[in-house]
């Protein structure tokens, strides 16, 4: 069966544009899961959705950053103003649920490079 | 504050020998622990998961332990193969959290012929 999908899987943006990142959970999945992973560390969680509402958003860095999952599947991770600072992978999971003891299935991951 | 540290930071072994990764952790309360391996560019990939109650994992030929009253975990990885060359990431959930993880920074193995 499809697994997590995640597009582009590289972007390359300059300095100060706006950029969306995509990513489309597993079917029937209602908990979806942003992370960010810069070179050489473990993802760090930026937010999570149950369904359409953002459950937790006390990752996201500053306000530049959003993410929306209008019908509770697929879901946009937003930049404003990028700054080089944001460059690394974002890494997006879904989940049968919030429960705790569920699978987390990760996508490839999106690359993005902020010249 | 929740925090996962891993120790190496990087490893390098011949093909065919053991190893073990650890893993510390303060994250509280507890949920369980995964261990996860991510190839290079690519999304990480579940390999074990324990809760408190479980103090050993299998999977081939990974084996993980978990010490709940000391907060630690170990994986050993048993006649290693060049395609175990990944990143090993330790994973702690926060219970009643909606399942929130806490990454560790990886071991970044490397097995040469």
């Known amino acids: 069966g499809a697994g997590v999908s995640q597009t582009p899987s590289n972007k390359v943006t300059e300095k100060g544009k706006y950029v969306e990142l995509r990513c489309d959970p597993i079917s029937g999945h209602t908990a979806l899961y942003w992370y960010r992973q810069s070179l050489g560390q473990g993802p760090e969680f930026l937010i999570y959705?149950?369904?359409?509402?953002?459950?937790?958003d006390s990752g996201l860095p500053n306000d530049r950053f959003f993410a929306v999952r209008p019908e509770g599947s697929v879901s946009t991770l937003k930049i404003q103003r990028t700054e080089r600072g944001d460059s690394a992978m974002y890494l997006c999971?879904?989940?049968?649920?919030?429960?705790?003891?569920?699978?987390?299935?990760f996508g490839p991951g999106t690359r993005l490079t902020v010249l | 504050k929740n925090q996962v540290e891993q120790s190496p930071q990087s490893l390098i072994i011949l093909e065919g020998k053991n190893c073990t990764l650890q893993?510390?952790?303060?994250?509280?309360?507890?949920?369980?622990l995964r261990w996860y391996k991510q190839d290079t560019g690519r999304g990480p990939v579940s390999l074990t998961i324990m809760t408190f109650s479980e103090n050993t994992k299998s999977n081939g030929r990974y084996t993980a332990t978990l010490d709940a009253d000391t907060k630690q975990s170990s994986l050993h990885i048993t006649a290693s193969q060049l395609s175990d060359s990944a990143s090993y990431i330790c994973?702690?959930?926060?219970?009643?959290?909606?399942?929130?993880?806490?990454f560790g920074t990886g071991t970044s193995l490397t097995v040469i012929p």
């Open positions: 999971a879904s989940s049968p649920s919030l429960a705790d003891y569920n699978e987390q299935f």
């Open positions: 959705f149950q369904g359409t509402g953002a459950a937790d």
């Open positions: 994973v702690v959930s926060r219970a009643n959290t909606g399942n929130q993880f806490y």
């Open positions: 893993c510390n952790y303060t994250v509280s309360p507890f949920s369980n």
